[in-house]
C-alpha cells in the first residue's frame, strides 16, 4: 500500500502562482510513476501531468505546457506541481497518484494508477 497526502491548494488570483506537494508513505516510492491529476465540479477527472520513476521523463497535458511543472524529490518522498500564470479554469481538486513502474515510462490514462491521494482544492479568482 501507498499512502498519498497532498497539500498546496488555496485560492489565487488569475496570473498567480501555486506550488503543490504530495507526500508518499508505505512503500518505495522510487518504484512508482507519479501523477497530477485534476477535477473540475460537474467534469470528469482529467490528466494533468506526470513524471517518471527517476524524475528524468516528464509529461504535460496541452492546457498547462508552459506553465506547469512537475518534479520529484525521491530522498523526500514528494513529488510537486509548479503552477503558474494560473487561469480561472485551473481551478479544480488536484489530486496526486502513483503506479508501479520502474521502466522510465509514463502513463496518463487514471486507470493505470493504482494509488491516490484525498485531493487539495485549487480555485483561481478571475
Known amino acids: 500500500q501507498v499512502q498519498l497526502v497532498e497539500s498546496g491548494g488555496g485560492v489565487v488570483q488569475a496570473g498567480g502562482s501555486l506550488r503543490l506537494s504530495c507526500v508518499a508513505s508505505?512503500?518505495?516510492?522510487?518504484?512508482?510513476?507519479m501523477g497530477w491529476f485534476r477535477q473540475a465540479p460537474g467534469k470528469e477527472r482529467e490528466f494533468v501531468a506526470a513524471?517518471?520513476?527517476?524524475?528524468?521523463?516528464?509529461y504535460y497535458t496541452d492546457s498547462v505546457k508552459g506553465r506547469f511543472a512537475i518534479s520529484r524529490d525521491n530522498a523526500k518522498n514528494t513529488v510537486y506541481l509548479q503552477m503558474n500564470s494560473l487561469k480561472a479554469e485551473d481551478t479544480a481538486v488536484y489530486y496526486c497518484a502513483a503506479a508501479p513502474s520502474t521502466r522510465g515510462v509514463i502513463f496518463t490514462t487514471a486507470r493505470m494508477y493504482d494509488y491516490w491521494g484525498q485531493g487539495t482544492q485549487v480555485t483561481v479568482s478571475s
Open positions: 508505505g512503500r518505495t516510492f522510487s518504484n512508482y510513476v
Open positions: 513524471v517518471s520513476w527517476r524524475g528524468s521523463s516528464t
